[in-house]
């Protein structure tokens, strides 16, 4: 299954199968090493609602790969 160029808003979007992908991919990335996948990039966060918890995980997983 492919989710480039996807944009995803919800969950009820998504089939079993799906979200089992996406969560075995994060298990995949979480126990790799450092990298600089994101090294010279700069993210832009930009939300809705305020939320601290969110931002700083958005931030910090930017700041793991590399990135600011």
């Not at 944009?7 to 969560?23: F, G, R, V, Y």
């Given at each position: 299954?492919?989710?480039?160029?996807?944009?995803?808003?919800?969950?009820?979007?998504?089939?079993?199968?799906?979200?089992?992908?996406?969560?075995?991919?994060?298990?995949?990335?979480?126990?790799?090493?450092r990298?600089?996948?994101?090294?010279?990039?700069?993210?832009?966060?930009?939300?809705?609602?305020?939320?601290?918890?969110?931002?700083?995980?958005?931030?910090?997983?930017?700041?793991?790969?590399?990135?600011?």
């Amino acid at each position: 299954m492919s989710f480039h160029k996807r944009d995803i808003l919800s969950t009820k979007d998504l089939t079993k199968d799906q979200i089992l992908e996406i969560i075995n991919e994060a298990d995949i990335c979480a126990q790799s090493e450092r990298s600089d996948t994101f090294k010279g990039k700069i993210a832009a966060m930009c939300f809705f609602e305020a939320s601290t918890r969110t931002y700083s995980s958005f931030e910090l997983a930017m700041k793991y790969y590399g990135g600011s």
